[in-house]
């Protein structure tokens, strides 16, 4: 039978340094297909949350992780952190492009990475599949292999979604994706979001609550490290279980 949740996390407990934690015994499972927002005040654990699932904390050995993440019912540190990385993408509040590269090379890094050897017609097709599943291919098509700061800031960080699509992950992590955008490119996002969710599952911590309310199926709240609350966004926002949820609700949006 396969497993209901795509992403389960138990007690997971992160710490910066002895009785230091940025998390805190956090357990949460969730279901494949759905648009998971972060909510919280900044320091509240939600970037550590994603960095955790992405194993991005090993590279640090100062961060001491506890629990257990489970990818479909197996712990990812079964796995070797380039694989997790692979079918568990990471999209950062700016976009992260290697400036040495075209286009068409950034793209197809993540095959390089995992040296994934690819034919060129199988690079071609893999290319404009990506790039049209997030809307960027007319935009982009006639200059693949020129640099990519010829692009706006919203364009370079849909190309950074379509690069980490491109490896077909189940899980796609984003911290603040539109932090660093102008509305229009911010309302872009969104939509795609919407799109991406019937491929992908997605995880994101967002700093706008307005944004969360739009774009999330599922809401969890963070405090201090700790998990207060998590639900259906419609019920979390409108009819909190939590006096400490609807405590923070209220003061973002009073």
Known sequence: ????????????????????????????????NRVVSLIGLPQSGKSTLLRSINRLHELYPNIQTGGEILLRGKNIRA??????????????????????????????????????????????????????????????????HGKYDILSTGQQQILCIARSIALLPEILLMDEPVSALDSQSSDRIETLLHRLKEKHT???????????????????????????????????FWTPKDKRTEKYITSQTG
């Open 1 to 32: 039978m396969k497993n209901e949740y795509v992403l389960e996390l138990k007690n997971l407990t992160v710490s910066y340094s002895p009785g230091k934690y940025a998390l805190r015994n956090v357990s949460v499972a969730i279901k494949p």
């Open 79 to 144: 796995f070797h952190p380039v694989e997790v990385r692979r079918k568990i993408g990471m999209i950062f509040p700016s976009p992260n492009l290697f400036p040495n590269m075209s286009i068409y090379n950034n793209l197809l890094s993540g095959y390089r990475l995992n040296r994934i050897a690819l034919s060129k017609k199988e690079k071609g097709k893999i290319v404009e599949k990506s790039l049209t599943d997030v809307g960027l291919w007319e935009e982009v098509k006639d200059i693949l």
């Open 202 to 236: 997605i995880i994101l911590s967002a700093q706008n609550l307005s944004h969360a309310a739009r774009v999330s199926d599922d809401t969890l709240y963070l405090e201090a490290g700790e998990m207060v609350e998590y639900g259906t966004t419609s019920k979390l």
